[in-house]
Nanobody
Framework: QVQLVESGGGLVQAGGSLRLSCAAS????????MGWFRQAPGKEREIVAA????????YYANSVKGRFTISRDNAKNTVYLQMNSLKPEDTAVYYC?????????????WGKGTLVTVSS
């Protein structure tokens, strides 16, 4: 059974940092596009950061460029999201996702999410 399990969310003050982790099990995700989405209250889910399936390219939403960094450890089958200079508008449930092709076109696997709350 394939599972993506997020951890690392929590409450942080504006300007602070958090690191999210996504541990994958059930198969190797080394050749999958992996990334992070978020969904704020009352808003649609949006892609935040992602690796291409080859791992050669990364994508960042404009709103997080320069503040968030995505990384992966294929040996541990884990993807990370380092979030710095957090803002109240970053408050959301963050979801890990995996796709055989591109996360922009479809998601094959979702985690259950981890809540990030940024206080002003």
């Amino acid at each position: 059974q394939v599972q993506l399990v997020e951890s690392g969310g929590g409450l942080v003050q504006a300007g602070g940092s958090l690191r999210l982790s996504c541990a994958a099990s059930g198969r190797s995700f080394s050749s999958y596009a992996m990334g992070w989405f978020r969904q704020a209250p009352g808003k649609e889910r949006e892609i935040v950061a992602a690796f291409s399936w080859s791992g050669a390219t990364t994508y960042y939403a404009n709103s997080v460029k320069g503040r968030f960094t995505i990384s992966r450890d294929n040996a541990k089958n884990t993807v990370y999201l380092q979030m710095n200079s957090l803002k109240p508008e970053d408050t959301a449930v963050y979801y890990c996702a995996g796709s055989r092709q591109s996360l922009h076109y479809g998601v094959d696997y979702w985690g259950k999410g981890t809540l990030v709350t940024v206080s002003s």
